[in-house]
């Protein structure tokens, strides 16, 4: 069973998402749901299903608010499903990372910081206020998540080579086999090469599904 991949359910509805499951699930452990999914007519009935089958959730919510809003939206969460992992940004703050990376100890649920959007270019950055460089920017917001507690970050292949902090999980989107297209993404590598710069573990959706999984176990030599 492969540990260390994230399979990223970008499905609308349960007919879908359950037709791509099964050609995986044998060999994944981990499923990443995201707005796509979880706010569709399926969003329930999907980690109902996912944990059912025994399997681990991602849950890629991307949480952005004051503390006690983030708190109480996790507990709410909680409440009613079961998941192993929670995206929130790295710039709501220390206070509101803090308390809710507590929380997610006491709950069973990794608080996982989104360093900076992919899809921000400098000259979005520089009409928000920030005219910090992109690796500065980054590196910062990945050793103040760690300083405060928050298990792991995500961020991109290009940001593992330029930013060197340990201590804290990195888990790196943008993955692709070498023969597919990078769709969307501007930088991609393959899981081997995310893994030999430094990734901890990968979140893979497009790639993953193109091909039969047994290529995944081929590629990282398993
Ligand atoms: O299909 P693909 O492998 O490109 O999917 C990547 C997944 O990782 C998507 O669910 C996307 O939302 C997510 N992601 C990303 N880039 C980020 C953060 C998350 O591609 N910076």
């Known amino acids: ?7 990223a359910m970008d499905f609308s509805d349960f007919e879908t998402f359950e037709k791509e499951f099964n050609k995986i699930s044998s060999h994944i452990e981990l499923f990443k749901v995201g707005y796509q999914l979880f706010y569709s007519e399926a969003g ?5 299903f996912l944990d059912d089958k025994g399997k681990k959730i991602f849950l890629d919510l991307k949480m952005n608010d004051i503390p006690n809003t983030m708190l109480k939206g996790l507990t709410s969460l909680r409440k009613r499903f079961t998941f192993h992992y929670l995206t929130a940004h790295i710039s709501s703050g ?8 507590t929380e997610g100890r006491q709950l069973g649920v990794e608080i996982l910081g989104v360093t900076l959007l992919t899809s921000l270019s400098a ?6 206020g920030i005219d910090k460089d992109h690796s500065s920017l980054i590196r910062r917001r990945i050793e103040s998540a760690a300083d405060w507690g928050v298990p792991g970050v995500i961020m991109s292949a290009a940001d593992l080579t330029a930013v060197d902090v340990p201590n804290i999980i990195k888990i790196t ?5 070498k023969e597919d297209s990078a769709d969307d993404q ?4 393959t899981p081997a090469e995310a893994f030999a710069n430094g990734a901890d573990m990968l979140v893979m959706g497009r790639s993953l599904f193109k091909h039969p999984v047994e290529k995944l176990l081929k590629e990282l030599g398993e």
């Open 173 to 177: 989107p943008g993955i692709r086999y």
């Open 1 to 7: 069973m492969i540990e260390k991949i994230f399979a």
């Open 186 to 189: 501007k930088r991609v590598t």
């Open 94 to 101: 220390e206070a509101a990372m803090r308390s809710l990376a």
């Open 44 to 48: 329930a009935r999907v980690m109902d």
């Open 123 to 128: 000259d979005d950055l520089h009409s928000m």
